[in-house]
């Protein structure tokens, strides 16, 4: 049994005899972007024995990987592919070929097509469902997806869904606009494997971060230690006040990224020789606005280890370092002189 999507209304789209979740399985051209590559890694900035400290790393990682991305030396990278899908249907988040589909966040409703139902001829979807459920990861693959999509000539699809609070602010800076879609029809969807940060994914970071680096205003702070805040995944630093003024003491400007503009994020992080700030979406702002050459430490909570921005640190050459705080109830802590520990042994290696 196949399944057809003719007529669309009332039409079930899944959970039907004979349909694989593999999308990629009705891809009938498959092009090569750009090649795999091997970049060399540098060390990451740490204290003596601090992965000692580390209870768990985060729930979508595991230990040998946290352990390979931060080792030193060549990095593998892998290729940049596309996979053209004929006649997909794109619906209530997920996506509906010929015999898979692709779920790219979750929904808990019927899967019945009513309503009108947009053509669209050619197009590249420009989200995953990571970019879905994530801010960061919206801001550095959501865009360089849609960079790519304009490199190439393809139309740039996404789900139609909420913003997210900072969304609009850096689609005005950079000029970036794509087609939200809740349902349509796609005669060929292009499909692309974009994970390895190749030269192509490290090109298109490059030219997002210099358009919005050029229009920042100069005179930016040096040191920039940018806060939590409480909208996204629960990650308490509970002791975030006290850091927050020792640093200010030690000159860093106190950002807020919950509070402030893009553009008034962009102006205090672009002259930006080094930020600190809680492991998550934050360190994103740091990757498309702070200067290269800049170094980024992360602090990291105990029970939820995660080295996952340094290859993108790598890539756009931003050096990148991480201090372990502390478990304590309903949160952690970080003793201030493990971290001005760190800070004196990054200005001392530079």
């Not at 596309?82 to 619906?91: C, E, F, L």
Request: with cysteine; glycine share 8%.
């Amino acid at each position: 049994m196949t399944l057809s999507f003719r007529p669309f209304s009332g039409r079930l789209l899944s959970r039907l005899p004979g349909v694989r979740r593999d999308i990629l399985g009705d891809a009938v051209e498959q092009i090569t972007l750009a090649p795999a590559l091997e970049r060399d890694a540098p060390p990451a900035y740490c204290l003596p024995g601090d992965l000692d400290r580390v209870v768990k790393v985060q729930e979508e990682t595991n230990w040998d990987y946290e352990l390979f991305r931060l080792k030193a030396g060549p990095c593998p990278h892998g290729a940049t592919v596309a996979y053209r899908i004929p006649d997909v249907v794109m619906a209530h988040g997920a996506l509906f070929s010929r015999r898979g589909y692709l779920a790219l966040r979750k929904y808990d409703g019927p899967h019945v097509l009513t309503g009108p139902i947009e053509e669209i001829g050619e197009a590249m979807l420009c989200t995953s469902s990571v970019a879905e459920r994530y801010f960061g990861h919206w801001l550095r693959d959501g865009l360089l997806y849609e960079e790519l999509a304009a490199t190439r000539g393809w139309s740039p699809i996404v789900t139609r869904r909420k913003p997210w609070l900072h969304e609009p602010g850096y689609r005005a800076l950079l000029g970036r606009e794509a087609r939200a879609v809740e349902r349509a029809r796609i005669g060929q969807l292009w499909l692309v494997d974009d994970r390895g940060l190749n030269q192509s994914w490290a090109e298109r970071l490059a030219a997002l971060r210099s358009r919005l680096r050029a229009q920042a205003r100069p005179g930016g702070p040096k040191r920039v230690f940018l806060t939590r805040g409480v909208t996204g995944s629960p990650r308490h630093l509970a002791n975030e006040a006290q850091i927050a003024a020792l640093l200010a003491a030690r000159g860093f400007a106190i950002l807020n990224p919950e509070k402030e503009k893009v553009a008034d994020i962009v102006d205090m992080l672009a002259n930006a020789e080094m930020t600190v700030f809680v492991e998550g979406s934050a360190h994103n702002h740091v990757l498309m606005a702070a200067p290269q050459g800049s170094v980024a430490l992360a602090i990291q909570p105990p029970d939820r280890f995660n080295a996952h921005f340094k290859p993108f640190a790598d890539a756009a050459g931003i050096g990148w370092g991480y201090v372990v705080a502390d478990p304590v109830e309903q949160g952690f802590t970080l003793p201030p002189e493990r971290l001005f520990q760190l800070i004196e042994q990054v200005e001392q290696a530079r």
